[in-house]
């Protein structure tokens, strides 16, 4: 399922030889994930049923939708946090346009694409044109979108019409949730644009070395348009399935999901310097802080503790990350 | 060598060219051809206006009068992308990769080749092959630059030039941070290139190299080319005389100082190792001695100054501070005990570049400018201007940021922190990179006035020849070993040069 994979002997040969401690990354991800499972199989009442691990990739594809985007976007120096406003925007804009203005199911969900599109192409333009600093201007659209959801609704939910089309969004297609599915698709299409596409290279060489980018006749704005416009799209498309499995548009929704999701970025190997990352990695990343809020849930832990169980375990993920490549850096150069 | 070259057609034909910013005439009717296949160095000091006319060579400045053709096209207004489509291809002196991605894909930044829309491996590895080849160079294109050694990625750079099948490719320094095994690799590919029929301007200090591989040299002062010379004819007196314009001399050694050798040593080190690089060193500092510490990139020079602050924790050997042992040097151990370093690196781990002279000079030592918590303005300022005033740092005021000073003065406020902090072992990293000729000499007398007061002082220099201008001392590293110590009449460049190169 990696692209890695596809690529030919030859280049597999040279990636492992210097990428030592990416891939030792990803080993010790997969390594913990398994730990996980085998852990919670054992103590936690129906972590391994079928309905249980269904519902784990509906909500990984929550987290995993946005974090495909927000990979780019950290691996090309910068950072973007207003997914959780802007997906609770998102399922009220497709709410109120399809219920209240009756815009009509499917033009209600492409206004709500086209707008995010365009919110998170005004954070990259910021960016880009006037270099307000990405966390600035994020932080900007995570405020506004956040306290526009909740002043178009009174704080209350929009309830969604009935539609064929809605509930196959928010349910399942041959047993599997379409999220899930929506998740997966993607995944690979982002896998792709970063490794074989002009774009996708780009990113890497400007959060690696700007201005070396720059003399190479790059075109630096542009992309970092085109990164945020991404994230603001992908916010949209979670914000649309959120809405459609809830059946309504909330503007309380998704509350803290932008740290789940830069969470899953780090703990995949990303760097948040920039220059460095792979989609793989995200996507281990997304899976390692499902498995854990799911586990902790079934282990009945207080709602509370919960947040300070997981914050624990992500800084000690990104530790072990960091000290690994340290490592591998420091046995490179010798 | 310059027969075969002298009936080559003119690629490059420079006429009258000027370009002034505000109040300064960086270049002043500037005019030469380049023939192709020939290789013509560019000399001159800092700010002669070399960097001026590598601009606007390759369209980064436009020139306010004079033109510039190269194969029969004029530059005229077109800017970068015009200069790129006349084969002008430039190599910086600041190295612009990218270190998280491969070989190939460096070499094609930003001009990847596609196959049915995705990126096409394939191709590039083989492009870059392709030029490795004709270069003799042993690079695979699959390594991540990252991983590579200056020298290697350096040759990437020329590589990468190399590809874009210039006619005119100028090259900006590109030996100046590599070792002599390493410039020989750079500059075989560099002869290669020329003998395709490119013409190369070839910019560097390093006279040594401009003979080997320059047909002819263009020399620069103050804005203006003053002569163009065949390097085969010109000896090296009449070329530095053109870039001082006045007839120097060859740099003397000054005066023998007299350093009384009898007592405790102000600093021991034995034994040290700090592997891969430092492997067993070595050596006594007295006071009021310099001793320097030679040899090629890489002989782990900085390394040894490094373990001696308490930076690099040693894997073994002792450092004695006069007379005593010190069982754990950790930084603060060695600051209190009076050791202070001064990086190789000014910029990145020298000066704090926003802040003032005052606050550059002061940090190393908070409390003789503070009453309690509180720092004090006044006591601040004025230990900044007795040691502006001690050191001849060249600033407006005190408070002016050090990022607005030359370099060579910016050096002296790094070495005036220590003196600030009552520093009496100074371990000085590259002192002199990147400053001009005076500076130089200007660092050289305050070091030796350091020493006159009863400082020792650890001199380490890349530039070997420098070394019997300021040292009492020279041991050279090899191989992480002392591998000879230098003093009184055999101290000189020739016997520095060969202790550090022999094999």
């Given at each position: 399922m990696t692209v890695i994979q596809t690529a030919p002997e030859q280049q597999r040969r040279s990636v492992g030889r210097f990428a030592g401690g990416r891939s030792l990354n990803e080993i010790g991800l997969i390594a913990a994930i398994l730990v996980l499972y085998v852990a919670l199989g054992s103590?936690?009442?129906?972590?391994?049923t079928l309905d249980n691990q269904l519902g784990m990739l509906r909500d990984a594809a929550t987290v995993g939708i946005a974090a495909w985007g927000v990979t780019l976007v950290i691996i090309a120096g910068e950072i973007d946090i207003s997914i959780g406003p802007a997906v609770a925007f998102s399922s009220v804009l497709v709410a109120m346009g399809a219920?209240?203005?009756?815009?009509?199911i499917g033009p209600a969900i492409l206004l709500t694409l086209l707008a995010g599109t365009a919110w998170g192409g005004l954070a990259g333009w910021l960016r880009a044109r006037?270099?307000?600093?990405s966390f600035i201007a994020t932080l900007g659209i995570w405020s506004a979108l956040g306290g526009l959801g909740l002043y178009l609704t009174d704080a209350l939910p929009v309830v969604l019409p009935r539609s064929g089309l809605f509930e196959v969004l928010g349910g399942d297609v041959l047993g599997i949730p379409t999220p899930a599915i929506v998740m997966v698709v993607l995944f690979f299409v982002f896998a792709y644009i970063a490794r074989y596409t002009g774009y996708g290279r780009s990113v890497y060489a400007i959060g690696g070395n700007a201005p070396a980018a720059r003399m190479a006749g790059i075109n630096l704005a542009r992309v970092r348009v085109l990164l945020f416009a991404t994230t603001g799209l992908l916010s949209a498309v979670t914000g649309v399935l959120l809405a459609a499995r809830l059946g309504s548009g909330n503007g309380?929704?998704?509350?803290?999901l932008e740290f789940d999701v830069i969470a899953a970025v780090v703990i995949g190997g990303t760097a948040l310097a920039g220059g460095r990352g792979t989609m793989l990695g995200t996507l281990l990343g997304v899976a390692f802080i499902t498995v854990i809020g799911n586990g902790l849930v079934l282990l009945g832990v207080n709602s509370f503790l919960q947040n300070v169980v997981r914050g624990v375990i992500i800084v000690v993920a990104v530790l072990v990350n960091v000290v690994l490549s340290k490592r591998a850096r420091a046995t490179r150069e010798t | 060598m310059a027969a075969d070259v002298a009936s080559g057609t003119s690629v490059v034909e420079v006429d009258g060219v000027t370009r002034h910013y505000p109040g300064v005439?960086?270049?002043?009717d500037a005019s030469m051809t380049i023939r192709g296949g020939e290789i013509r160095a560019l000399l001159g000091r800092n700010g002669a206006g070399k960097s001026t006319l590598i601009r606007v060579l390759s369209g980064v400045e436009r020139a306010d009068a004079g033109s510039v053709v190269v194969a029969g096209g004029r530059l005229g207004a077109g800017g970068v992308r015009r200069a790129a489509e006349l084969g002008v291809s430039t190599v910086h002196q600041e190295l612009s990769l990218?270190?998280?991605?491969s070989v190939a894909e460096n070499m094609y930044l930003g001009r990847w080749p596609r196959k049915g829309g995705a990126v096409d491996y394939p191709a590039m590895r083989a492009g870059a092959a392709e030029v490795f080849a004709r270069l003799g160079l042993d690079i695979d294109?699959?390594?991540?630059?990252?991983?590579?050694s200056l020298a290697l990625r350096q040759l990437v750079e020329i590589s990468r030039a190399v590809r874009e099948q210039p006619r005119l490719l100028i090259l900006d320094e590109?030996?100046?941070?590599?070792?002599a095994a390493e410039v020989d690799v750079v500059l075989d590919a560099v002869t290669r290139i020329a003998s395709a029929g490119v013409a190369v301007l070839y910019v560097s200090h390093r006279l040594e190299e401009i003979r080997r591989i320059a047909h002819t040299a263009t020399v620069m002062r103050d804005g203006r080319i003053v002569d163009t010379v065949e390097v085969a004819a010109a000896d090296t007196a009449h070329i530095v005389s053109l870039m001082l314009g006045e007839t120097a001399g060859a740099a003397e050694r000054p005066p023998e100082r007299k350093v009384?050798?009898?007592?405790?040593?102000?600093l021991a080190v034995r034994g040290l190792a700090v592997p891969p690089k430092v492997l067993d060193v070595s050596f006594d500092v007295h006071p009021g001695e310099i001793v320097g510490l030679g040899g090629l990139m890489g002989s782990g020079r900085t390394e040894v100054l490094r373990a001696i602050a308490g930076f690099g924790p040693a894997s073994s050997g002792t450092i004695s501070v006069e007379g005593r042992l010190i069982s754990r040097p950790s930084a603060a151990v060695m600051k209190r005990l009076g050791v202070g370093m001064t990086p190789e690196d000014r910029k990145d781990e020298g000066?704090?570049?926003?802040?003032g002279v005052d606050e550059n000079l002061v940090m190393s030592r908070m409390d003789t400018v503070s009453s309690g918590p509180t720092v004090r303005p006044g006591r601040v300022r004025r230990a900044a201007e007795r040691l502006i005033e001690r050191l001849s740092i060249a600033a407006?005021?005190?408070?002016?940021?050090?990022?607005?000073?030359s370099g060579g003065n910016q050096q002296k406020a790094v070495i005036g922190r220590w003196l600030h902090a009552g520093s009496r072992i100074l371990l000085l990293d590259?002192?002199?990179?990147?400053?001009?000729v005076q500076a130089k000499a200007e660092i050289y007398r305050l070091v030796r006035q350091l020493a006159d007061s009863g400082a020792g002082i650890v001199f380490v220099s890349?530039?070997?020849?420098?070394l019997p201008l300021v040292c009492d001392r020279v041991l050279a590293l090899r191989d992480g070993r002392v591998a000879s110590e230098l003093a009184g009449p055999e101290l000189t460049t020739d016997s520095v040069l060969s202790a550090a190169m022999a094999a």
């Open positions: 103590t936690a009442a129906g972590f391994l219920a209240e203005w009756g815009l009509g006037f270099e307000v600093p309380g929704a998704a509350s803290g | 005439r960086a270049l002043t990218v270190p998280g991605l294109p699959g390594a991540p630059v990252g991983s590579l590109p030996t100046s941070a590599l070792a009384d050798r009898t007592g405790v040593p102000l000066i704090v570049p926003l802040l407006a005021s005190a408070r002016t940021p050090i990022v607005n000073l590259e002192p002199t990179r990147g400053v001009d890349g530039e070997l020849e420098e």
